[in-house]
């Protein structure tokens, strides 16, 4: 159910379609070797499981998944009370030369991405790490950009986009509306 | 949470929190090359500890470590205290020289209280921009938080849930502060305590504690999901609580007889440190049964939890 | 000094307001009709006149412990307070156990000349326990009441020759009922916050074991035995039983913070509220305020007890016992007694300055207000509401358990022989 003053951008048939042609590009440009997909919390993590089924289903070698939560690698800790943990599993032999995707929802300063790579390096050395988003909104704060986008979908500042995953929302979609809504 | 002085603070939510982020640092922590989290950088921890005591500061300590915080020890005996400097004036040296967190041991009860009222909310120490933090590690007879916490975890681990689950605590009630937080901080968790101990080591008013009382501990047993030994503390004791530590460990002590009455599931946790053939027999504590080392190790994240949720964040306006 | 008329007074809250003529320091007359010729008038406005006050049970800490008070101070408190005569306890340092430690204290109150301070002289030399006090020598320079306050008499060996002893010399024994061996590390009354909050007991027994005893040696000497800070009910039982079966010579008294205050205060760990015998329960400080109502205990005495601020700004544990009392006595007695109807301001009279009197052997004190009695009263607004603010105390020290609270009914004038020593607040020195 999509509330009045949010406007739908996706539908759930674009966003299956979208995470499916992700799918492919990852496939093409990590083969012959299956990536390691770490989901970001919390729909990164969703999202990562769906890619990883979706690259199973079209190379026919499952990818591994794992979840990665960045929280107390966050530059804005000090801003807000004190933020909950998420979930981390990694897979039981590390990541040391593991061909790393890091997926999240959206993509937008950057700041959590450049958390995962900090919380990333503590853990080991992947032979490669790049970033998987189903949605680039723009205003980057930090040199840092995607490997593998699933839409483009500029913004202004005081807009907002949520991704809408049925694991967590009931439903798919990514919608946008007024930030103070 | 400003401070963290007694078992009695926590709500089920905020201590369910405490133990949730705990696991979650555990976690984080697993297969990693660097043991270390980035996130209490550049915070000062000093440990101010009136009582000796190596496990509970090097858990402390190892915690603010591996956080990524400074800490920085101050013992009673080597500093300014043994020149007679009081507490109140220790505090508020340590407070004015950065200090972000004081965890404090000391003999008295209510002692973590009131060097939170010097420090903690001073309008003095706030003017000049000092907002301390403290943490009870233990005062006198009183509360033992983080105790209570790291044996809540390791029961969390053991039997998935605290809710309804009868734990049994035997030993020295009156005296103990892991006791007294225990109590407290399993009750609110939802788990019906039981206690155990000679008369004489029962404290006046027990009876409106939210516990069962008896003098039994072969009964206790068979119906217990777990049970926690407390060390008999001999240099609290001003005499004439039981005849001989003979009879105590005869009537009082987990025996392997003894644990062999409890149900498969049960655990059998210490604070530590054992007095093996006293309340506790060296074979039970060396028994898979005993999660007494699981302890130990939660103790490490919890106190990482502890503060995290203190010195991460900014605090909340009640 | 000319005559003074006090203009309007209500004698023991009964009545309507009559004129009261002081001359030459005594009642010289009473009534509607009073020659003012010469005389300074003062409007009183319906005050309250009671005779003045006498306290039992202080502490001036001088010798030894002028950082907390000083008799100059304790004086001025005490006068402020609607005392007209106070017992210094003798655990000064040094302690006040011989002829010589006794005058000075009595001489250096009476060169103040604000109340009457009576020094009390030590049962046993040193407070030890161990051996008595030259009782005789002191008693020859006025002394009335022995004590070891502060610390029980707990060998009754030695309880019971103090007791034989004392009847040679028309004086009165008061304990110190604690029995030291109950209390060791003591901390905190032996109830249910207590034992929540990690703070060591103090049992109600060890207050009534000694009582008890203490009873029957007065009873088998004849002796006059004085119970001090009565804190248990079962210290009222013991009392009311002893008196039943032939003690008459003992007596008791209760402190005003037993009357209001207890054991519900200890969570803050603020040592405030520290003293000893400790504060009890509810039932149990209803049991006193019955008891005092009914005359099982004779008086109210205020164990004021002053501490330097380093002995109470610290841990539970490390704290001195003990809380400022003489400047909220007589408001607390009024809130605890008076408002609730337990007793009239007769029976205040009674338990805080004819009973006080006649246990402490004062002739010219406690007297009724009539013409000829010496002009030793006290004046009290009943109907004024005021707050307790420790650092406002004419006292060195702060310590006040009632630090915030308001309270009903102020000292207004405190009259000595004729002479004004407090008015309106001020000490006139």
């Known amino acids: 159910m999509v509330p009045p003053a949010q406007r739908e951008l996706l539908d759930a048939a674009a966003v299956a379609r979208t995470i499916a042609r992700m799918a492919h590009q990852i496939i093409e440009r990590t083969a012959p070797a299956p990536p390691l997909l770490l989901g970001i919390p919390s729909r990164g993590v969703p999202l990562a499981h769906r890619l990883a089924a979706r690259i199973g289903e079209f190379s026919g070698t499952p990818a591994a998944v794992g979840t990665l939560d960045i929280t107390l690698y966050r530059d804005d800790l000090r801003r807000r009370p004190t933020r909950a943990l998420a979930e981390t599993t990694l897979p039981p032999d590390g990541i040391d030369d593991a061909l790393v995707v890091l997926v999240d929802d959206v993509l937008y300063s950057g700041r959590t991405v450049r958390a995962a790579l900090d919380a990333l390096r503590e853990y080991g050395r992947p032979r490669a790490v790049q970033l998987a988003v189903l949605v680039d909104r723009g205003h980057r704060e930090l040199p840092i950009r995607a490997d593998y986008v699933g839409k483009n979908l500029p913004t202004a500042r005081d807009e907002e986009i949520a991704v809408l995953l049925s694991e967590l929302d009931g439903t798919d979609g990514v919608v946008i509306r007024r930030a103070d809504d | 949470m400003r401070h963290l002085l007694s078992a009695a603070d926590l709500d089920a939510p905020t201590a369910t929190a405490l133990l949730d982020t705990a696991d979650r640092l555990k976690q984080a922590l697993a297969g990693r090359e660097v043991h270390k989290l980035p996130t209490l950088r550049g915070r000062t921890i000093v440990t101010m500890f009136y009582e000796n005591s190596t496990r509970t500061r090097a858990s402390f300590e190892v915690a603010g470590k591996w956080m990524s915080a400074d800490v920085i020890n101050v013992s009673a005996a080597a500093s300014a205290v043994a020149k007679g400097e009081s507490l109140r004036d220790t505090a508020l040296t340590l407070a004015a020289m950065g200090a972000d967190c004081v965890i404090l041991r000391h003999p008295a009860s209510g002692a973590a209280h009131r060097l939170a009222d010097w420090i903690g909310t001073e309008s003095a120490t706030l003017r000049a921009g000092l907002a301390a933090h403290v943490v009870n590690a233990g005062d006198g007879t009183h509360e033992h938080p983080t105790q209570a916490l790291l044996d809540a975890a390791t029961l969390r681990d053991s039997l998935g849930t605290l809710a309804g689950r009868r734990v049994t605590i035997v030993g020295d009630i009156l005296h103990s502060r892991v006791a007294r937080s225990g109590v407290t901080l399993l009750t609110t968790l939802g788990a019906r305590v039981h206690l155990v101990a000679p008369p004489t080591l029962l404290p006046t008013g027990v009876r409106s504690w939210p516990v069962t009382v008896g003098h039994d501990l072969e009964a206790a047993l068979p119906e217990s999901d777990a049970v926690m030994m407390l060390r008999v503390q001999a240099e609290r004791m001003h005499g004439g609580f039981f005849p001989s530590a003979r009879e105590y460990a005869r009537d009082y002590g987990l025996s392997e007889a003894r644990a062999a009455l409890l149900p498969e599931h049960a655990p059998v946790l210490h604070p530590g440190p054992m007095l093996r053939g006293m309340e506790i027999s060296s074979a039970v504590a060396d028994s898979p049964r005993a999660v007494i080392t699981d302890q130990v190790r939660n103790g490490v994240h919890v106190r990482m939890a502890v503060l995290y949720h203190l010195l991460a964040g900014v605090e909340e306006v009640t | ?429």
């Open chain 3, 1 to 429: 000094m000319s005559p003074l008329l006090l203009r309007g007074v209500r004698p023991y809250g009964e009545g309507d307001p009559v004129d009261l003529l002081v001359r030459d320091g005594v009642i010289a007359e009473l009534g509607t009709r009073v020659d003012t010729a010469g005389a300074t008038v003062r409007d009183c406005g319906g005050l309250v006149a009671l005779p003045g006050l006498v306290d039992l049970h202080t502490h001036l800490r001088e010798p030894g412990r002028e950082d907390a008070e000083t008799i100059a101070t304790g004086s001025a408190a005490a006068a402020l307070g609607g005392f007209t005569a106070v017992f210094a306890m003798a655990n000064t340092d040094p302690v006040a156990d011989t002829a010589v430690a006794v005058e000075h204290v009595r001489r250096r109150g009476r060169e103040i000349g604000l109340t009457d301070v009576h020094p009390v002289g030590a049962v046993t030399v040193g407070l030890a326990g161990e051996r008595l006090a030259e009782l005789g020598g002191m008693a020859r320079t006025g002394v009335t009441v022995f004590s070891d306050d502060g610390v029980c008499v707990a060998d009754p060996l030695i309880m019971r020759r103090a007791l034989e002893y004392s009847t040679a010399l028309g004086a009165v024994i008061a304990q110190h009922a604690e029995d030291p061996r109950l209390t060791v590390g003591a901390q905190a009354h032996e109830g249910e916050p207590a034992s929540r909050l990690g703070l060591a007991g103090w049992p109600a027994t060890a207050e009534e074991s000694i009582v008890a005893r203490d009873c029957m040696l007065a009873r088998a000497a004849g002796a006059r035995l004085h119970v001090c800070h009565v804190s248990s009910a079962g210290t009222v039982d013991v009392l009311r039983w002893a008196r039943e079966h032939g003690a008459a010579t003992v007596t008791a008294e209760v402190t005003p913070h037993h009357l209001l205050l207890t054991d519900d205060r200890l969570g803050t760990f603020d040592p405030v509220n520290k003293v000893n015998p400790p504060l009890r329960t509810g039932p149990d400080a209803a049991a006193l305020r019955a008891a005092l109502a009914a005359g099982v205990l004779d008086c109210v005495a205020t164990d004021h007890a002053p501490h330097a601020p380093q002995d109470k700004d610290c841990e539970w544990a490390a704290a001195r016992p003990g809380m400022l009392g003489l400047q909220t006595a007589l408001s607390v007695v009024v809130e605890t007694m008076v408002a609730p109807g337990l007793l009239d301001w007769r029976g205040v009279a009674r338990v805080m300055s004819e009973r006080p009197a006649d246990i402490g052997g004062l002739p010219d004190q406690g007297r009724p207000l009539a013409v000829g009695e010496p002009a030793t009263l006290v004046l009290v607004d009943p109907d004024v509401r005021w707050t307790v603010r420790g650092a406002a105390f004419a006292s060195l020290a702060g310590n006040t358990g009632f630090e915030g609270m308001e309270l009903p009914a102020r000292v207004m004038t405190t009259v000595l022989r004729g002479r004004v020593t407090a008015d309106d607040g001020k000490v006139m020195w």
